[in-house]
């Protein structure tokens, strides 16, 4: 069972902006831990998306933006298109009595 | 630009140990700014980490799994290897290494990943 937690989807036309919740707890995020976001394709290994709560990787489009407060951080995308269409995972660490790196229980993100 | 490649056997029988090696192109597996881990994906399901290496030996695992897993690595080989014993069909899942950096805790490259099915 992941201790952060996403909704399982969400979804929006094509143009519009959608975000996506990760919910953690004081001994991960709210303890300071960074979120980094994965996008996953059907069939395909996940690839870093957000890294440091909001820091996009070369390549990655500024369409998608992160943001991180209290035990909360969230993923934005504005201009959805239909290659959006994948599950986003969220990533942090855990600093509990079973400290581990630890991933969000993902979204599957439709572009209707 | 830096590749990584699972590698072993896709069935495994319940309660023998699993197997994969990932091999590292493109770069060296010897740098000190970076773990090398694995992750997995149970069919239809979320990840999850199972451990991560340096190249210097170190290791860090998931302590849900810790009694079970033996990662490793072979610098000369720019490869690093999971272990997982006493399997059972909750270990079905697709297996992932991925490059960790570890001043950020994020996984920056991933392989292809592996389907290991574990059944008699």
């Known amino acids: 069972q992941s201790v952060l937690t996403q909704p399982p989807s969400v979804s929006g036309a094509p143009g519009q902006r959608v975000t996506i919740s990760c919910t953690g707890s004081?001994?991960?995020?709210?303890?300071?831990?960074?979120v980094h976001w994965y996008q996953q394709l059907p069939g395909t290994a996940p690839k870093l998306l957000l890294y440091?709560?909001?820091n996009r990787p070369s390549g990655v489009p500024d369409r998608f933006s992160g943001s991180k407060s209290g035990t909360s951080a969230s993923l934005a995308i504005t201009g959805l298109q239909a290659e959006d269409e994948a599950d986003y995972y969220c990533q942090s660490y855990d600093s509990s009595l079973s400290a581990s790196y630890v991933f969000g229980t993902g979204t599957k993100v439709t572009v209707l | 630009q830096l590749q990584l490649q699972e590698s072993g056997p896709g069935l495994v029988k319940p309660s023998e140990t699993l197997s994969l090696t990932c091999t590292v192109s493109g770069g060296s597996i010897s740098s000190s700014s970076y773990y090398w881990g694995w992750i997995r994906q149970p069919p239809g399901k979320g990840l999850e980490w199972i451990g991560s290496i340096h190249y210097s030996g170190t290791t860090h695992y998931n302590p849900s799994l810790k009694s079970r897993v033996t990662i490793s690595v072979d610098t000369s080989k720019n490869q690093f290897s999971l272990k997982l014993s006493s399997v059972t069909a909750a270990d079905t899942a697709v297996y992932y290494c991925?490059?960790?950096?570890?001043?950020?805790?994020?996984?920056?490259?991933w392989g292809q990943g592996t389907l290991v099915t574990v059944s008699s």
């Open positions: 991925a490059r960790q950096i570890i001043s950020l805790a994020t996984f920056d490259y």
């Open positions: 004081s001994s991960n995020i709210g303890a300071g831990y960074d």
């Open positions: 440091g709560n909001s």
